[in-house]
C-alpha cells in the first residue's frame, strides 16, 4: 500500500501541537487500561516516556517541528518495533485505541481520513507475526 503525503499546512490545520498532545494522551489512556498492550511497556512505572516518543514522531511526520528526529534519528518504526510481538490482535488492539481517541477529537472529516489512513497503514506495517 503505498500513502501520500498530506497537504502541507496539515500541522496548523488539524490544530498544531495541542492536536496532537490531546491525541496521544487520550490514545495512552486507552493503552493503560489495556492489559495486552500495557505489558510492553514493563520498564516504565507510567506510560509517559512512550507517550512522549510517539506525540514528538506524529508532530513530524504531520509536519510540525522535527525533534523527533533531532532527539532519536531516523524513525526506523519496525526495527524499533522487532523486539515485540504485534500480531493480528495487538494491531486491532492498537487501532481500537487509536479510534477512540481521535473520535474524541474529532479532527474535521478529511484530516480524520487522512490520520486514519495513516494509522491502519501503520499499524499494519508494525505486524511480525502471523496470526
Given at each position: 500500500?503505498?500513502?501520500?503525503?498530506?497537504?502541507?499546512?496539515?500541522?496548523?490545520?488539524?490544530?498544531?501541537?495541542?492536536?496532537?498532545?490531546?491525541?496521544?494522551?487520550?490514545?495512552?489512556?486507552?493503552?493503560?487500561?489495556?492489559?495486552?498492550?500495557?505489558?510492553?511497556?514493563?520498564?516504565?512505572?507510567?506510560?509517559?516516556?512512550?507517550?512522549?516518543?510517539?506525540?514528538?514522531?506524529?508532530?513530524?511526520?504531520?509536519?510540525?517541528?522535527?525533534?523527533?528526529?533531532?532527539?532519536?534519528?531516523?524513525?526506523?518504526?519496525?526495527?524499533?518495533?522487532?523486539?515485540?510481538?504485534?500480531?493480528?490482535?495487538?494491531?486491532?488492539?492498537?487501532?481500537?485505541h487509536m479510534r477512540a481517541?481521535?473520535?474524541?477529537?474529532?479532527?474535521?472529516?478529511e484530516l480524520e481520513s487522512?490520520?486514519?489512513?495513516?494509522?491502519?497503514?501503520?499499524?499494519?506495517?508494525?505486524?511480525?507475526?502471523?496470526?
Open positions: 500500500m503505498t500513502f501520500d503525503r498530506p497537504p502541507a499546512d496539515f500541522f496548523d490545520r488539524v490544530g498544531g501541537e495541542q492536536f496532537f498532545v490531546d491525541l496521544v494522551a487520550e490514545f495512552y489512556r486507552g493503552v493503560a487500561e489495556d492489559t495486552e498492550l500495557r505489558a510492553l511497556y514493563p520498564e516504565y512505572p507510567d506510560l509517559a516516556p512512550a507517550e512522549e516518543r510517539l506525540r514528538l514522531f506524529l508532530m513530524q511526520y504531520w509536519g510540525g517541528p522535527g525533534t523527533y528526529s533531532q532527539q532519536r534519528g531516523h524513525p526506523r518504526l519496525r526495527m524499533r518495533h522487532a523486539p515485540y510481538v504485534v500480531n493480528l490482535d495487538m494491531r486491532d488492539r492498537w487501532l481500537r481517541a481521535l473520535d474524541k477529537l474529532q479532527p474535521e472529516p487522512w490520520l486514519w489512513r495513516y494509522f491502519e497503514m501503520a499499524a499494519d506495517s508494525m505486524r511480525n507475526v502471523e496470526g
